[in-house]
């Protein structure tokens, strides 16, 4: 068969455009005479690479100079060490636990020191974003982290916490470039490449300037410390070059989408499509609350295990796949990231409609 | 100009097949619909690109039950802590230093423990293997360190140090796969991917098994110890899924080859061309002590900055490009790993014939 629409959670779908030219440029790179994935990341085509990339993402976002662009490996999951270790100065931060991946980054800064939950909504399958408006910011705290995104249970801080004049740290894998974004309001700001962004393999750290230095917990890594690849500009060692190119090419894509203004009315108008039919859907349900649903991540249910499972087997048949839901909410998750195109989505709704009028 | 021959120290020359398969199947994997670097690492097709490039790796090296093989980030740069925080139980350990790598790995274990240089070849500019026969081995050294294979200098130690008993860690990054190799010596056997394996952003760890444990040094982030990686099968998190997928590639055109038998004869015949060439020379000379020298890196010098500048020039005009040497050795370095075909040796050993009748 040919291409189908991928509703992976990640890594996910990207722009047909960016891989057919990866493809073609894959033996030859602009006439270098080998593929990017075979040049010195000190050669002057890569240094090319990884400058115009950052370039862009700093247009894309309007990210301002006292703000580091750093290209890293390891994953978010790398970066919830690296976070405590580079600013937990007091000891003290503070987390708001909004899903599993909150949940993983607040546990690794308890080994750091004392990692606070100040807010969750487990109590209700992370189904929800708590109230962040006047919470028990702790006077010493370090940081204050959200998982800006919530990949698995579909939810999103449409407003970011009220931290009390402490530095807000988001981890933004699953809405990165999605939408227009105040970086300003971000002490850090960072997030996996593998959903909106690029390939696995690739995590791009944005850091406010006076939060990169040498003042890091005893015992960090060099290759953790962020002044390590600040100093280097993300090439202190060999970087995931290839990841990195992919990267650049989706920015550029995106610039030529029309940026993020143009991109978030997109992604608003997708998931209108798939949420409006929900909202009026006698078989499929919504999961989340409705003020706290994610333009990105979008689970349901029909309330019957086998209609569920039903539903995502024959959807695979008609070339929508990976709609099965994560474990810990079940049914369905569509996530529909940058790269999915309208039609998509569309045809999903359709396909969601034939479906349940097969079943009323 | 079609492909050239590049002699690139890392990332370095792929061969052209596994390139071109990835090209060809970049926007639909075999029929899945959708790129390798789109499908979820939770997939069935992922799930055997990963386990078949284990299985291949395995069978390559012939690795025993009782080693694990991971499929890591962060370069050898990162293992540098991570070696130390997963085996310094005694907080001492051995370290050979043979070049700047080796040197930085025992830096980095100095930030854990009494790391300790026993030997070191740095007053000649580490163009040589200091004698390990019979070195002061710590009694309670946790480990003992080697770089079996020093890039930039371009020696390789043709027999592992006499450890006393002691486990052997060996960073095989320039090395990793270019000869047959008996991994029961070894402890841990790690490098990276970007020289002879693949791109940049893997690093493959094999590991005997009793030392994968949660006995690590207080602190370690849960994505340096190894145990993590080991439990989940390389899969605690998105791992660098195209990277491994590029890896497995390589595996079975390494099989195809005939295995590291055949490979090792092979990368023996081409630096015998190169090296052969060089100790007849009136121009040209190598820059490594004979016993000592690397088949994979090949510094060598003119004597006159101005005659190395030119052949670097000039070679590059004819298509053998990134022959610059390391600014710590100067003039110039072919390196020659697998993917290196005789015909590029030969037609670099033609070109500097030429270059030296010129200048005679």
Same mark, same amino acid.
């Given at each position: ?13 990207? %722009?047909?455009? $960016? ?11 602009? !006439? ?11 050669? /002057? ?38 976070? %405590? ?22 546990? +690794? ?12 909504? +487990? @109590? ?9 408006? @006047? ?11 959200? *998982? ?5 249970? !579909? ?11 402490? @530095?807000?740290?988001? =981890?933004?894998?699953? *809405? ?26 690739? $995590? ?22 962020? /002044?390590?690849?600040?100093?280097? @500009? ?8 290839? !990841? ?24 608003? +108008? ?11 859907? /006698? ?8 003020? =706290? ?5 979008? %689970? ?24 099965? !839901? ?20 569309? /045809?999903? $709704?359709?396909?969601? =409609? ?7």
């Amino acid at each position: 068969m040919g291409r189908v629409y991928n509703f992976s959670a990640g890594p996910a779908v990207l %722009p047909e455009e $960016v891989l057919a030219e990866a493809a073609a440029e894959m033996l030859d790179y602009r !006439g270098v005479g080998m593929s990017v994935m075979e040049m010195s990341h000190r050669s /002057k085509p890569f240094a090319e690479i990884i400058e115009t990339a950052e370039a862009d993402l700093r247009e894309l976002i309007g990210i301002p100079d006292n703000y580091k662009v750093l290209f890293l490996q390891g994953g978010a999951s790398q970066q919830f060490a690296a976070v %405590p270790m580079n600013l937990m100065r007091n000891r003290v931060a503070d987390y708001i636990i909004t899903g599993s991946w909150a949940k993983k980054a607040w546990k +690794e800064g308890k080994i750091y020191g004392d990692a606070r939950a100040i807010a969750s909504s +487990e @109590d209700e399958t992370f189904s929800y974003i708590p109230d962040c408006s @006047d919470l028990p910011i702790s006077e010493d705290a370090d940081y204050v982290y959200i *998982c800006e995104n919530n990949t698995i249970y !579909g939810t999103k801080f449409h407003t970011l916490p009220n931290t009390k004049g402490k @530095d807000l740290v988001a =981890d933004v894998s699953s *809405c990165f470039l999605s939408e227009p974004v105040d970086i300003t309001k971000y002490a850090v700001m960072y997030g996996g490449a593998q959903k909106n962004i690029g390939p696995a393999g690739v $995590v791009i750290d944005i850091i406010r300037e006076d939060l990169i230095t040498d003042d890091v917990l005893e015992g960090t890594p060099t290759m953790l410390k962020w /002044k390590t690849q600040a100093d280097a @500009d993300s090439l202190y060692n060999t970087p995931p070059a290839y !990841g990195i190119y992919i990267c650049g090419k989706v920015f550029k894509w995106l610039k030529d989408q029309g940026g993020l203004e143009a991109i978030g009315k997109r992604n608003e +108008e997708k998931a209108a499509i798939l949420y409006d039919y929900l909202d009026q859907s /006698k078989l499929f349900k919504g999961t989340v609350r409705k003020e =706290d649903r994610s333009l990105m991540n979008v %689970p349901f249910v029909t309330g019957s295990d086998e209609l569920d499972a039903a539903f995502v087997a024959e959807a695979k048949e008609a070339g929508l796949v990976n709609l099965k !839901g994560h474990r810990s909410v079940g049914g369905m998750r569509a996530s529909i990231y940058n790269a999915m195109p309208k039609a998509g989505v569309e /045809k999903l $709704v359709e396909f969601m =409609d034939g479906f349940e009028k097969a079943h009323a």
